[in-house]
């Protein structure tokens, strides 16, 4: 079994910043793709930044110029370096790995609990 445990969510204020923080932990041979997600009340979940599984990064349109992702694949880690924060970004946020175990000859994906961003004066 593989876990991925976010942190780094809280309340910030506009123009604001917040580092989130992923681990993936456990059965793990290694990791394909590898990013984060968010998902606002009332709306569907969205890609924000990710990896791809040969290392490209895609960003949402909405985050470029204002959020990093990092990567540390010994560590089997994603970070989500978020600046200028505004309102529209609170949601929660969600980390995704693409797993490849042992015996399993394909990725399998996996995802954290989330952890909630509010961006409020």
């Known amino acids: 079994q593989v876990q991925l445990v976010e942190s780094g969510g809280g309340l910030v204020q506009p123009g604001g910043s917040l580092r989130l923080s992923c681990v993936a932990s456990g059965s793990i041979f290694s990791v394909n793709a590898m990013g984060w997600y968010r998902q606002a009340p009332g709306k569907q979940r969205e890609l924000v930044a990710a990896?791809?599984?040969?290392?490209?990064?895609n960003y949402a349109d909405s985050v470029k110029d204002r959020f990093t992702i990092y990567r540390d694949n010994a560590k089997n880690t994603v970070s989500l370096q978020m600046n200028s924060l505004k309102p529209e970004d609170t949601a929660v946020y969600y980390c995704?790995?693409?797993?490849?175990?042992?015996?399993?000859?394909?990725?399998?994906?996996?995802w954290g609990k989330g952890t909630l961003v509010t961006v409020s004066s």
């Open positions: 990896f791809t599984g040969g290392g490209r990064t």
């Open positions: 995704n790995a693409n797993v490849i175990q042992a015996g399993i000859p394909y990725g399998v994906d996996y």
